[in-house]
Each structure stands twice: as structure tokens, then as C-alpha cells.
């Protein structure tokens, strides 16, 4: 479909969690994936952010398999599972997909999700919240294609979650295709585009 980013067609995958599962989303969009627990939600955004590969049917970005999008300026995760790295600080987490590039940290991106005065600890001694916001920031740094994010706002207060909006709202200003699989209806009720998922179908 002409003006498309990412496309989904017909895709299956592992034993149901997914059944013939087709959309397609635009550019600087905030596409949200809703939907219960077990709806395939995070399968399906494994697959657009081509850590897993479908069953049946195809992912592309771009034109291109999802697998194929190895650099984070072109597809971003943010996992339920944030896999920083413990030792380096924050700042050094949000910088490792720009490390290649010699950036240097983008002060108003931890600003915006209250890390600034936290950019020099190590992340191991911040909270699940902080480190959660990490995560994000390290998703967001390099304003990617497409960032596609699991459950943004699982471990944030009423607080931090404006702050996760902000941020995301931002990057879908700046021209990023955000994909957000959530059940937070505070995120649904921004979004641009709403997909809902029922055992493992849209809905």
C-alpha cells in the first residue's frame, strides 16, 4: 500500500499465537497494539521489529523482511524485558545503538523522561521505573524508522507515564513510526491508530 512503513501480511506464527494477522502503518503515526494478555500483542511486535520471523505470510519495513532491519536507526525495540547493561550508566545505555555514530548524549531526550539527573549512575542501582525509561530513551536516541515498543508504561507511576507519552508523542512529531503494544488505555486513548488483538486475530 502506497505511503506504508510497515506491512504485515497474512501472517501466522507458532501454533495460533498469530492467525492471518494483515495491517499496514504509515509513517509518523502512534500505532497502538491493544488487547488481554496472550492476545499476541508482543509476538507481533517481535516480529515488526524482526527479532522473530513468521510462521506464514511476511513483515516488511520499508519494503524490506523485518529481519533484515539490523539497525536501530531504522527499527528500535523497547522489550518487555529492558536488557540494559547493568554496569554502564544510564546515559551509556541510551547511547550504545549511537555509539558507532559518536553521538553525544541527547540531553533534552533524558530530560524529557526525567533522567538527566540520573544520566552518570550505573544502571543497576536505578529503579524498575528508571530503568524502564532507560530503555526507552535507548529506543527513541536514534529518532528510528520505526521504534516499535512493548508495554511503555508497565512499570511507571501516574507521574512518569506523561513523561513516557511526551517522549513517544515527540518521536512520532519528529517523523518515527511508534509501535505500541499496551493495555493502558491512556496510551490507547493518544494514539492515531488503534489495533486490537483477540486471540491472535484483529479483532
Do not use: F, Y
Not at 2 to 12: D, F, I, K
Not at 100 to 127: C, N, Y
Not at 135 to 150: E, G, I, S
Request: charged fraction near 20%; proline fraction near 5%; aromatic fraction near 0%.
Amino acid at each position: 500500500m502506497t505511503g506504508s512503513l510497515v506491512e504485515v501480511r497474512s501472517v501466522g506464527h507458532a501454533n495460533g499465537v498469530l492467525r492471518d494477522v494483515s495491517l499496514s502503518l504509515p509513517p509518523a503515526t502512534l500505532a497502538v497494539l491493544a488487547g488481554r494478555s496472550g492476545s499476541g500483542k508482543s509476538t507481533l511486535c517481535h516480529l515488526i521489529a524482526g527479532v522473530m520471523r513468521p510462521s506464514s505470510g511476511e513483515v516488511l519495513v520499508g519494503g524490506k523482511p523485518a529481519h533484515r532491519a539490523v539497525d536501530w536507526a531504522t527499527v528500535s525495540l523497547l522489550p518487555q524485558r529492558l536488557a540494559l547493561e547493568p554496569e554502564l550508566s544510564v546515559a551509556e545505555n541510551v547511547l550504545l545503538p549511537a555509539g558507532v555514530r559518536g553521538a553525544s548524549t541527547d540531553r533534552g531526550l533524558l530530560e524529557r523522561l526525567g533522567l538527566a539527573g540520573i544520566a552518570a549512575r550505573p544502571a543497576r542501582d536505578t529503579s524498575l521505573g528508571e530503568q524502564q525509561r532507560t530503555a526507552l530513551a535507548r529506543a527513541l536516541v536514534l529518532t528510528p524508522a520505526v521504534a516499535v515498543l512493548d508495554e511503555p508504561t508497565a512499570h511507571q507511576d501516574d507521574e512518569h507515564v506523561e513523561l513516557v507519552l511526551t517522549a513517544v508523542r515527540a518521536a512520532v512529531d519528529a517523523g518515527s513510526l511508534a509501535v505500541v503494544a499496551t493495555h493502558d488505555q491512556r496510551v490507547i486513548d493518544i494514539a492515531d491508530t488503534v489495533v486490537r488483538l483477540s486471540s491472535g486475530q484483529i479483532a
